[in-house]
């Protein structure tokens, strides 16, 4: 097989899983810790599902989504209803990888107020990045969100 040029960077990308959900902010915060790992695949021709699919082995969680213009990626997610999918698009690496701007994920900020209570870091984060304009936050919008996280986790042990 010949690969033109730009190919081989594009398999590459296929074949990548990205860290996401809660390690994807807070690993190396002091006493995170959490039961699993979740991971984004972005899949361009997918089998067996038609654009997203959710897989969870042993601790490993995947999400496997059809790459797809951010545009349609957006609006599939706002059809589902579905708020705790609004977290994957916060992580910089797949909005780097997708072509993501926050001005593309804006609309899902409709979807924040159905986030259950020990996803509501995610809304802490979504707002992080509307005001920062980038996917990047601060070490204080971090800690921030990661407070929001460990006090619902704490409640939760209780």
């Not at 706002?78 to 992580?91: H, I, N, P, R």
Request: proline share 3%.
């Amino acid at each position: 097989m010949t690969l033109k040029k730009g190919e081989n960077a594009k398999i590459k990308v296929m074949n990548k899983k990205i860290l996401v959900g809660s390690r994807a902010f807070f690993d190396g915060c002091e006493g995170f810790r959490s039961k699993d790992r979740d991971y984004l695949e972005l899949v361009e021709n997918p089998t067996g599902f038609k654009w997203r699919r959710e897989q969870s082995l042993r601790g490993v969680c995947t999400f496997s989504y059809k790459l797809e213009p951010v545009a349609d990626m957006v609006r599939r997610t706002l059809e589902s209803g579905d708020a705790l999918l609004v977290g994957k698009f916060l992580v910089s690496e797949v909005a780097e990888t997708i072509g993501a701007t926050v001005a593309d994920i804006m609309p899902l900020e409709a979807l924040l107020p159905k986030l259950d209570k020990k996803h509501e870091y995610v809304a802490a984060i979504f707002n992080a990045v509307k005001q920062n304009g980038s996917f990047e936050l601060t070490d204080e919008q971090r800690a921030a969100a990661y407070e929001i996280y460990k006090q619902v986790r704490e409640k939760a042990k209780d």
